[in-house]
């Protein structure tokens, strides 16, 4: 079925789609933003506990996984915190920052969400939600897009469908089936900021852990390392440090756990051993970590409790080791179920979307066997900005 001329159409109102299709349109486009579900930024609305994490006071290429580190570097240049800062102004939200520079919403992540629906309309940009795409081709002119109603035609497609993460929330690999077709290199993609399982032996010694939090520094093999809070789960860990280090870990590798980062377990021991201490490895550990965690360290025979003044060498040695090198081995991570980014994608949605359509997307190429999709742009986000990222699944 025939259906309307567009210059641009946008597939996908999430965070990226709407910042994108904001900016199309004050460039002047006619704009069409598309999507399945019947509500626009569902994502954004769960994003950081429900205020949503919208950007952080320091914002360095450092912070980013990409394999193209000067993209980052040209992209943080063009498009600041400041500027998503200037927008947040505009539409007078309440925000606070958090540990690490966040910046999280006063209120609720509905003002994100409010604040991208205005910049669509203000900016003339059709939001037509409730739209099924059963096509994407490739005409004379441009592209058809044929939804299960009626069939748009325009000058250049925006893929903004997100990652695979949080399916229950409309997430679907439309975005790569659409790469696919037109001979874009897909790569292998697998789940990024997520929580870490268990072995079934390790979730039965840390059972009754569920829900207690520690401030750690975790390191992956790579010697990529965190500190931040980690979290017990019923099923493994989580918290910011561990979702921070699933992107560097791979499964069958062990990830290095200092459990007191902030004290030197040594200097302390050899201390009491100085002065002949009889209290009990255990209550000496109480001091600064939960009782049930050292209990459980003990019980599974990677500590062994004596007074102080009895510990050997080896046994000083041994629990040094434990404590500041605790060795976890993943089982293997809870998947997109619940992973807040697609490792596939390597950007802060936020951030980048600003800044592409800032610098208008026409200047972006993808690297297509078919050179005539150079004005359409294949884009998704995830929260990679890993220094500062701090959200507890
Ligand atoms: C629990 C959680 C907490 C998070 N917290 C933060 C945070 O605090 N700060 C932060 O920056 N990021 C956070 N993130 C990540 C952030 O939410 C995402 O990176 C961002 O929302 C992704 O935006 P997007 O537009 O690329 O994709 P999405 O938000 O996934 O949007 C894609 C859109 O495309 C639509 N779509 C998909 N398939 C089709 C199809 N076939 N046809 C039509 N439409 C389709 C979907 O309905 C959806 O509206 C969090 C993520 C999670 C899961």
Redo the contacts with the bound molecule.
């Keep these: 079925m025939a259906g309307q001329q567009f210059d641009v159409i946008v597939?996908?109102?999430?965070?990226?789609?709407?910042m994108c299709a904001a900016q199309a349109g004050y460039r002047g486009r006619r704009v069409l933003l598309?999507?399945?579900?019947k509500q626009?930024?569902?994502?954004?609305l769960?994003?950081?506990?429900g205020?949503?994490?919208?950007?952080n006071m320091d914002v360095e290429p450092s912070n980013y996984l990409c394999s193209n580190e000067h993209f980052v570097k040209s992209a943080l240049s063009r498009y600041t915190q400041w500027d998503f800062l200037s927008l947040i102004a505009k539409y007078e939200i309440a925000y606070h920052e958090r540990d690490f520079g966040q910046l999280?919403c006063d209120d609720s992540?509905k003002d994100i969400v409010r604040l991208l629906m205005g910049e669509c309309n203000e900016a003339g940009v059709k939001v037509q939600l409730r739209?099924?795409?059963t096509n994407v081709t490739k005409t004379n002119s441009g592209f058809e897009v044929q939804t299960s109603g009626l069939n748009y035609q325009c000058e250049s497609v925006v893929i903004?469908?997100?990652?695979l993460?949080?399916p229950k929330?409309?997430?679907?690999p439309?975005?790569y089936k659409v790469a696919e077709q037109f001979g874009l290199t897909v790569l292998p993609t697998r789940a990024g900021?997520v929580p870490f399982t268990l072995h079934d032996h390790d979730k039965a010694i840390y059972a009754d852990l569920s829900g207690v939090s520690l401030p750690i520094r975790v390191e992956s093999k790579d010697g990529t390392s965190f500190p931040a809070d980690m979290l017990f789960t019923h099923r493994g860990l989580s918290g910011p440090s561990i979702l921070q280090i699933s992107n560097y870990w791979l499964p069958g590798e062990a990830v290095s756990i200092d459990l007191l980062p902030h004290i030197d377990l040594k200097q302390e021991l050899d201390n009491l051993k100085q002065q002949s201490s009889n209290q009990s490895l255990k209550n000496t550990l109480a001091q600064w970590l939960p009782k049930r965690f050292i209990e459980a360290l003990i019980e599974s025979k990677q500590l062994v409790d004596k007074p102080i003044k009895q510990l050997q060498h080896k046994d000083l040695d041994n629990t040094i080791a434990t404590i500041h090198q605790w060795q976890v081995k993943p089982n293997g991570t809870e998947g997109y179920r619940?992973?807040?980014?697609d490792e596939h994608?390597k950007l802060?949605?936020?951030l980048y979307?600003n800044y592409l359509f800032s610098i208008g997307y026409d200047d972006f190429k993808i690297n297509s066997k078919d050179s005539t999709l150079r004005h359409s742009l294949l884009?998704?986000?995830?929260?990679q900005?890993l220094q500062n990222?701090k959200?507890a699944?």
């Design positions: 597939i996908g109102a999430g965070a990226a789609g709407l598309l999507d399945h579900a626009a930024g569902k994502k954004i769960i994003s950081g506990g205020r949503c994490n919208f950007t999280f992540a739209s099924e795409i903004a469908t997100g990652g993460s949080m929330l409309g997430a679907t439309f975005g900021l619940t992973a807040e980014g994608y802060n949605c936020l979307l884009i998704d986000s995830a929260p900005n990222y959200e699944a």
